[in-house]
């Protein structure tokens, strides 16, 4: 299970890097998605991974996970959600704008 | 006791900036007069807090009153009140610039987001969690994706989208280092790990080594340092004038954490990590330095060359930061405050010279602007403090830099402080001279402009701070090598923490 998590992570995150490289917001919008989501399973396996144990106090269990990573996980699930959706409305907003999806400024647009 | 005083700068502008958005929406006069008032009364909570940390100590406020390492901490020491000072005395003269000018009526919710704005840079300086530290980034970034955008506008968008990305990244970089330092020891909780780490087991060395080299990544972002700074130049110069003034201290909150974690978290006579983050941070600081002289002297526009200005201060910043000894933590200090109040002058004035000019090109003269005599005089003090010319403070402020980076790097440290300072007073004085000399050959009368007294008086506001700066540098520095002497010293900050005591 360890290489499972540990190869889902680093897969996404190297999709995620190449995706973001590009030229066009749409692939890099999916991409910052793809590193969201590593970052997520990565924050959530920083508590160890195990299966099947509850995170809070239960008469019935036998050991418990650490609970604190998936408070932290949950927020940066919140906001990396919210972080996208702003970013897809401004990456509309330059679209129709501009005319195109471009993520590099034009001549004139250059300081 | 300064109580519950400390929760104030975030409650406040949360507060205030929900009320604006929710019940004066459509009645700007109004929210204008609030949103004032309650940067007003942020400034003032703000000197509170700063006599408060100056004359108690450092105090910790315990958000629903659970214990140090479980619960969530606001730390309120001197570094940290300085920082919220600076912030709300700046906020709010910028935002009469914004009144003054109808900046603010060129878009929607300006108000509510300039206090999000506020509420999440007060949380970032004032917070003891580093995950906590995290959120108060995220709420001051999402706060300045709209201020960044405010106005509309093709090049503003797409510079916008390269800001908002760019920052995503750095986010998640966060997340990475944070969960790598939680998987380590257990805790987020700036104090517990400043006690917790020298006790490390010698195999979580190396992880804890690239956790920090992470953080300081994404606090090299913040603070546009090279090779990170590539969202600054563009950001900088499409905001709207009064937004980049605001700006000036989002790369301030930058060299803020750099300072707050790497002194009291991975200080450099940690043995798991050592002199590691001195070692990355200086040279990076000196390529920054050289890299905004040049972008000086290479700017096509006005705003371009403003932002370049920052970044070379930026760079002065960090490399007097990276010495990591109480002297230039001292320096640093001082120069960050001057820094931050000459750059945002340097913005307005931009801001003054766009309005009254056909562009903002520095390649070919233009016709006079109207009240051409009080901007160039304006853009004459401005420029003078952010080359660091005397007698304004920007001089003192490196002065005490060259004066506390003595040491192995020193021939370095000081050739590029003084050659960047040289070509970037080469750039300004180019610029101010294409911009009000030049303009007479034009032959043309200048187009009238609204003189907008309130946004001259907010101008003029920035340039005596820096005046102030000059006038109290004895007693300011006095105070600020306390400041330093505390924060290469955090046994007062630890224990304010009551780690694992009931209360």
């Not at chain 2, 499409?238 to 790497?262: D, N």
């Not at chain 2, 920052?310 to 010495?323: C, E, H």
């Not at chain 2, 903002?360 to 901007?375: D, N, S």
Request: aromatic content about 10%; proline content about 5%; some cysteine.
């Amino acid at each position: 299970m360890e290489l499972l998590v540990a190869s889902a992570v680093g897969v996404m995150t190297t999709v995620g890097l190449y995706l973001i490289l590009r030229l066009r917001a749409f692939p890099v919008i999916v991409g910052l998605t793809m590193i969201s989501y590593a970052c997520n399973v990565f924050i959530f396996a920083s508590g160890r991974v195990v299966a099947g144990l509850p995170p809070i106090l239960s008469k019935t269990a036998t050991g418990y996970t650490d609970p604190m990573p998936q408070a932290l996980v949950l927020t940066a699930i919140v906001i990396s959600f919210g972080m996208t959706a702003v970013l897809v409305m401004l990456a509309l907003g330059a679209f129709f704008e501009a005319g195109d999806d471009r993520v590099d400024l034009d001549e004139e647009g250059r300081e | 006791m300064i109580g519950h005083w400390i929760i104030a700068p975030v409650v406040l502008p949360a507060v205030m900036g929900a009320f604006t958005l929710l019940v004066l929406r459509n009645t700007l006069p109004v929210a204008r007069v609030f949103s004032t008032a309650a940067t007003a009364l942020l400034l003032a909570i703000a000197l509170r807090l700063l006599w408060g940390a100056t004359h108690e100590g450092p105090e910790v406020y315990f958000l629903g009153n659970w214990p140090a390492p479980f619960g969530i901490v606001l730390v309120l020491d001197r570094l940290s009140a300085l920082m919220v000072a600076l912030t709300a005395f700046l906020a709010l003269v910028v935002q009469l610039y914004a009144i003054g000018t109808g900046w603010d009526t060129r878009g929607r919710h300006f108000h509510a987001l300039w206090q999000f704005q506020l509420m999440g840079v007060c949380g970032a300086f004032l917070t003891g969690d580093a995950f906590n530290l995290f959120v108060f980034f995220e709420v001051l970034l999402i706060a300045s994706y709209g201020l960044m955008i405010h106005g509309g506008g093709k090049d503003r968008l797409k510079a916008g989208v390269q800001y908002v990305a760019y920052n995503l990244v750095g986010s998640t970089l966060f997340l990475f280092g944070l969960a790598t330092i939680y998987s380590v020891t257990g805790t987020l909780n700036m104090a517990d790990l400043a006690a917790k780490l020298p006790g490390l087991p010698e195999g979580d060395a190396a992880l804890i080594r690239l956790a920090g080299v992470m953080l300081l990544m994404v606090f090299a972002i913040k603070g546009a340092l090279v090779p990170l700074h590539v969202w600054l130049p563009a950001t900088y110069a499409q905001a709207p004038g009064p937004v980049s003034a605001l700006f000036a201290v989002m790369t301030k909150v930058g060299a803020y954490a750099v300072i707050r974690i790497y002194t009291l978290v991975f200080p450099t006579d940690l043995p798991a990590t050592g002199t590691l983050y001195a070692d990355l941070l200086l040279p990076a600081a000196l390529v920054t330095m050289a890299v905004g002289a040049v972008g000086v002297m290479g700017a096509r526009k006005v705003q371009g060359l403003v932002a370049f200005t920052a970044v070379t201060s930026m760079g002065t910043l960090f490399a007097a930061v990276a010495q990591f000894t109480p002297g230039a933590t001292a320096a640093a200090l001082y120069y960050a405050l001057h820094s931050t109040l000459a750059a945002a002058a340097l913005f307005l004035i931009a801001d003054l010279v766009m309005a009254r000019r056909i562009d903002g090109t520095l390649t070919e003269a233009r016709p006079a602007i109207a009240q051409q005599g009080l901007v160039a005089g304006l853009f004459m003090a401005g420029a003078i403090a952010a080359a660091g010319m005397p007698p304004l403070s920007g001089f003192l402020g490196k002065l005490m830099i060259l004066d506390a980076t003595r040491g192995l790097a020193q021939p370095l440290i000081w050739a590029t402080i003084l050659g960047s300072s040289f070509v970037v007073i080469i750039g300004l004085s180019r610029a101010g001279s294409l911009l009000f000399w030049k303009s007479h050959a034009a032959q043309a009368t200048p187009v009238p402009h609204p003189a907008q007294p309130l946004a001259f008086v907010a101008t003029g506001a920035l340039i005596a701070g820096l005046v102030g700066l000059t006038l109290a540098a004895g007693p300011v520095s006095t105070w600020l090598a306390e400041t330093a002497a505390e924060l290469h010293d955090p046994a007062a900050y630890i224990a304010a923490n009551k780690l694992g005591e009931e209360h």
